[in-house]
Each structure stands twice: as structure tokens, then as C-alpha cells.
């Protein structure tokens, strides 16, 4: 059975920094990509970040470049996303998805929230 579980959210500032720790377990998880997606209240789940299976590449959602760092370590089964100089609009449930070509897995989210 896959378990994704995500951790790390909380209140913070803005202009803070969290970082979100992801752990999979059940699958062979170096073979898997994995993504960061948020959802805000009332808004669609957007992606935010994607790492590739061995972590060799990176993309990140123009609203977050430069600021989020997305890290992956397969002998821990984690991935990572750290972020700084949080903004409002970064309010929201942060998910970790697991994926292989059409074969994915959500984790049940973590929830951080932006204010002073």
C-alpha cells in the first residue's frame, strides 16, 4: 500500500520560511518523479514544483521561482520543498504527489498559512 505523507506546514510571516518534508513508502520510489502542488481556499490545485526521478531536474511555477527549493532523496523515500520570502497568496494546503507515467499517488496534504 502507498503511504504519502507530507509534514513541516504551520503559520508563518510573511517573508518567513518553512520547509515541507514528504515521505513515501510503498513503491520503489527512485523511480518515481515527484511534484508539489497547493491548493488555496476556493482556487484550483496548481503544481508548484517537480523533481525528476533521481532529482537531476527541477521545474518550479513562475509565481515561486527563486524562492522555493524542491529537493529529492531516495534514501530516505522524501522529497522536500523549502521555502522562503512566503508571501500571502502562498496560504494554502500543500500536497506531494508521486508519479510514473499515468500511475500517481497524493499525499493527504500539509497546511501552511501566511500571515502577520
Known amino acids: 500500500q502507498v503511504q504519502i505523507v507530507e509534514s513541516g506546514g504551520g503559520l508563518v510571516q510573511p517573508g518567513g520560511s518553512l520547509r515541507l518534508s514528504c515521505v513515501v513508502s510503498g513503491l520503489i520510489f527512485n523511480k518515481y518523479a515527484m511534484r508539489w502542488y497547493r491548493q488555496a481556499p476556493g482556487k484550483e490545485r496548481e503544481m508548484v514544483a517537480e523533481i525528476t526521478s533521481v532529482g537531476d531536474g527541477k521545474t518550479y511555477d513562475g509565481s515561486v521561482k527563486g524562492r522555493f527549493t524542491n529537493s529529492k532523496d531516495n534514501a530516505k523515500n522524501s522529497v522536500f520543498l523549502q521555502m522562503t520570502s512566503l508571501k500571502p497568496e502562498g496560504r494554502a494546503v500543500y500536497f506531494c504527489?508521486?508519479?510514473?507515467?499515468?500511475?500517481?499517488?497524493w499525499g493527504q496534504g500539509t497546511q501552511v498559512t501566511v500571515s502577520s
Open positions: 504527489y508521486a508519479y510514473i507515467g499515468l500511475d500517481g499517488y
